[in-house]
């Protein structure tokens, strides 16, 4: 009781200094916040409205002579003095930072933003020394390294917490932080990378360049109106030249490049022709064999030292997953579908572990394929239905599909005609029903949507998430 009765006569003070205050004010034409024990108050002096400010008790201990006046903030606040510009003074009306600011701003954490006459923006300590220069037109907000992306004389760059340009204002562009911690830099029609000290490891001096991958990067340069291929490693070194019209992406070591004659060979990465330029097709090396073709129409598949571990007895023949890779040994179709089956798969030797018993046959995924077969729908023969088998050939999904797609995050999306999408799962159960007009396949566990004409994100759960950008 002692508490609550102490409480009220403390409410009921505040309340009375407020009436009070406002009471010993009542003369002036407006009256501010109290800060820092002052508040600003609007006079008439001479005629003109002029701000000054007044203590807790009514006292006008800052004359009023200001044309604008703002409330103190950490000791100081900031000023218009008639027909100049903005400055600050401390809570004896000491002006202490001089007026030549076009916009001010309060203090906060003992620093505040400033604009100066032409639109240059920095920010300034309480004694008024530039923390940041005003030497920008921009100054973004931080990120989580605490940087600010800056405009200065146009073009782009970073500020440090601390206000030093880590990135020099020299960009064009500067995309956001992505893999490594590197930023793609755009400067004078020319692409590079900037690193997470906010160097640039690799110069802009490319016409596009693809993200880095295992420490390498695919750039290409424009000659004589050809834009022509080479790769860059971490160090910002060109370990290919920029001299290949095609070259494909790095894998185990080794890349996919067209030589003049049209033929395809492939490169190491020092830029060492490893395997000569023989083939009409040649794919990236994966689970270290890669899928090629000597006439365009027969497939097979070499090691890296460009040995046949199969035959090139396939129409068609898709990449290894899983240490598995599709075949199909009939892309014309038989005479009667469903009696003979021309799809099965082939591991990284070479052997046809699980026999071609299948019309169609997609890559694995998650240690799953989606295989087709046709005969299974007794009113329509030749109407195709879906499953998915697991790496050792056994059905884990009955067919009972229209189509089906690669597993993702643990779930793969499926159609049955007249009832729409769904989703299974690797042990074959539908654990969101087919009931969707649109669907997406599951990436970072969440897949968008439509039902009842209303577009919206799910989780593996199916139950409805937000997701930054949609």
Known sequence: MKRVVLLLCVLTAVVAC?????????????????????????????????????????HLVIPCRYAAAAPFSEGRAAVQIPGERWGYIDTTGLMVIAPEYAVVAPFADSLAWVELPGGLRGRIDRDGRE???????????????????ALRNGRRGYLSSWGGEVVPC????????????????????KRGFIDSTGREVVPCRYDTIAPFAAGYALAARTSQQKLLWGVVDSLGRETIACRYEELG??????????????????????????LAPRYAVARRFSERVAVVSLDGQHYGAI????????????????????????FNENMRGAIFPAMTHYCGYIDTEGREVIP??????????????????FGMVRDDFYKPRWGYISTTGELMVPY??????????????????????????????????????????FSDFTARVRLDGRDFCIDTKGQEVTVAGH
């Open 18 to 58: 407020k009436s009070d205050f406002r009471s010993r004010t009542a003369r002036y034409a407006m009256v501010g916040e109290l800060c820092d024990r002052r508040a600003a108050v609007l006079d008439t002096v001479d005629g003109a409205p002029r701000w000054g400010y007044v203590d807790p008790e009514g």
């Open 131 to 149: 923390v940041i220069a005003c030497l920008y037109t921009e100054i973004g907000e931080p990120d989580a390294r605490g940087w600010r992306v």
């Open 170 to 189: 020299l960009y064009d562009s500067i995309g956001p932080v992505a893999g490594r911690g590197w930023m793609a830099a755009f400067r004078d029609g």
């Open 249 to 274: 992406e790095p894998g185990n070591g080794l890349l996919v490049f067209r030589a003049p004659g049209g033929r395809y060979g492939y490169l190491d990465l020092t830029g060492r022709v490893v």
């Open 303 to 326: 090691d890296r030292y460009g040995r046949e571990i199969s035959s090139f007895r396939f129409e068609s023949l898709g990449d290894f997953h899983d240490g598995l890779a599709p």
């Open 356 to 373: 071609a018993s299948f019309d169609d046959a997609r890559e694995f995924s998650e240690r799953r394929a989606a295989v087709m077969r």
């Open 400 to 441: 009972r599909y229209d189509e089906a797609w690669p597993f993702r995050c643990g779930l793969a999306r499926v159609y049955i005609e007249g009832r729409g999408y769904g989703y299974v799962d690797r042990s074959g159960s539908e654990v969101l029903p087919c009931q969707f007009e649109q669907a997406e396949d």
